[in-house]
């Protein structure tokens, strides 16, 4: 099929044409028609399907068609999303779409001033892209209305839920108008996913699946490599230095400390990068994502919630310097390269103590990662000698808890400070470390109160929430 053979009117057809899309995808052949058909959708699809255009381009086409007029401070569509990044990245998405239409686009999310939102929602937009909290607070301060609105997508909802937005979704769900069209996408589908969507689509929405849950895409070609925690910034810039076609190269740390850690490494060696993560500014992030994106730097050093859904065209290689001790991370990770039909190459490295970790890996995603060429390990340095000091940096991001610091010692930023990552899963992990003969693990665990699991994965991979 291609797209040319889809009802679209002239000015979207143009703008497929110009962004370069001949064929539709499988998600967007599947959706299309029926979203024109005025039905709601369940999306079960990972960002790199075109599930954005599947969304966007029947909403663009039903807008043109409705007659009907933007209203001050009202929007007609609503896409709510989790992160900026995403927010950001689906609004310039509906912008290059509605291109040769009047159909406005506005993007509205937290950590930046509201001045210039509210400003441009004054007049009323066709199309708003929004973050859960920056809404409801626009909306509590009479900024913008929901009450004409036409059409309401929410975008990765499994995402959302693991963010702790799930009571931020019921209220500006109960602001809704009741007659509306519901598009509801989610990578995966667990039970409370399923009774989430069940309160928002009308019943009987037609079910659109692209990819088995879980499942990596299987043109990405992976490699392992075994390899002590304190060469793995030797490895990585190795193997950077002799592979000129790692070209777009995402690296994956589970920590915003070890991220930085990282660029520092590289930087060294004349590797151009840049870090993001949730201690930097939305602008520097912003400038980060930009400049690779159009190639200025070669490697973009991140955490998993900065990373997440970014939507970066061709990323040659995605390294994971630490493997997610969540395997569905892993896939998410992968998921960075071999975008669009293009190939795509997974590095992961395995210290000793994240064995674990990878097994869960291997398990979920039914494949053994094969190991790289050994004969690279030949060009590294000796490891360097392990000190108290050292062993205690390692140990971070491990660890629950990390330990108390005399008052005259430098500490690490706050929310690492606060734990790196996730305990080990079983009690045959790692030691857990000692300091003054006093178990680290002592003290409130807090593990499992409403949100903790939320609010501990932003503190670990370092994104806040808007
Ligand atoms: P998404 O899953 O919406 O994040 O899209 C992933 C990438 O695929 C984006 O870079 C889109 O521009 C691109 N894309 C979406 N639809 C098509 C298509 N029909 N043909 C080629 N590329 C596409």
């Known amino acids: ?37 005025g039905k709601d ?22 807008l043109l068609d409705s007659g ?20 950001i990245q689906v609004a310039d998405c509906f912008k290059q779409y509605a291109q040769f239409t009047a159909i406005s686009t506005t993007c509205i999310f937290g950590g930046v001033g509201d001045a ?29 209305s929901l009450k004409a609105l036409e059409f309401f997508v929410l975008d990765e909802a499994d995402r959302m839920l693991d963010m702790g937005f799930i009571h931020d979704i019921r209220k500006v769900v109960a602001l809704l108008p009741q007659k509306r069209q519901n598009l509801f996408f989610s990578a995966t589908m667990p039970d409370d996913i399923t009774k989430l969507a069940a309160t928002i689509l009308r019943p009987n929405p037609v079910r659109v699946e692209v990819a088995p849950q879980s499942t990596p895409i299987e043109r990405i070609r992976q490699e392992l490599y075994r390899i002590d925690k304190r060469r793995k910034g030797a490895l990585l810039k ?23 850690k990282i660029t520092r490494v590289l930087e060294k060696a004349g590797i151009k990068c840049a870090a993001i993560h949730g201690n930097k500014s939305q602008t520097r992030r912003q400038e980060a994502l930009k400049n690779f994106k159009d190639e200025k730097i070669r490697v973009l050093v991140a955490t998993d919630i ?14 994971n310097y630490d493997l997610p001790d969540v395997p569905e991370t892993f896939v998410h990770r992968i998921g960075r390269t071999a975008r669009a039909g293009k190939d795509g190459i997974a590095i992961s490295f395995c210290a000793p103590d994240e064995e674990q970790d990878l097994r869960a890996i291997e398990k979920l995603t039914k494949i053994k990662i094969p190991e790289g060429d050994k004969a690279i390990f030949e060009k590294l340095p000796p490891p360097q000698k392990e000190t108290p000091e050292s062993e205690m940096r390692n140990a971070r991001g491990r660890f629950h808890q990390q330990p108390r610091q005399p008052k005259n010692e430098s500490r690490p930023p706050k929310s690492e400070s606060r734990g790196g990552s996730n305990p080990p899963k079983k009690a045959s992990n790692p030691p857990v470390p000692q300091q003054n003969g006093e178990n680290l693990h002592k003290g409130k665990r807090r ?15 370092g994104d806040t929430p808007s």
């Open 1 to 37: 099929m291609l797209f040319s053979e889809l009802p679209l009117a002239n000015p979207l057809q143009r703008a497929v044409r110009a962004v370069g899309y001949e064929q539709p995808t499988p998600i967007q052949e599947q959706s299309i028609p029926s979203l024109l058909e």
């Open 41 to 62: 959708l369940l999306g079960i699809a990972q960002t790199g399907t075109g599930k954005t255009a599947a969304f966007a381009l029947p909403i663009l086409q039903l």
């Open 68 to 87: 009907k007029f933007r209203a001050p401070k009202t929007c007609r569509a609503l896409i709510l999303l989790p992160t900026r990044e995403l927010a």
């Open 116 to 144: 210039s939102q509210k400003n441009s929602l004054i007049r009323g937009v066709d199309v708003l892209v929004a973050t859960p909290g920056r809404l409801l607070d626009l909306i509590g301060q009479k900024a913008v």
């Open 238 to 260: 190795e193997l950077l230095l002799e592979h000129t076609e790692m070209k777009k190269v995402l690296v994956f740390s589970r920590t915003k400390h070890g991220a930085d």
């Open 306 to 319: 900065a990373a997440r859904g970014i939507d970066v065209d061709d990323v040659s290689h995605v390294f």
């Open 447 to 461: 593990r499992n109160r409403p949100g903790s699991r939320a609010r501990r994965r932003m503190r670990e991979s």
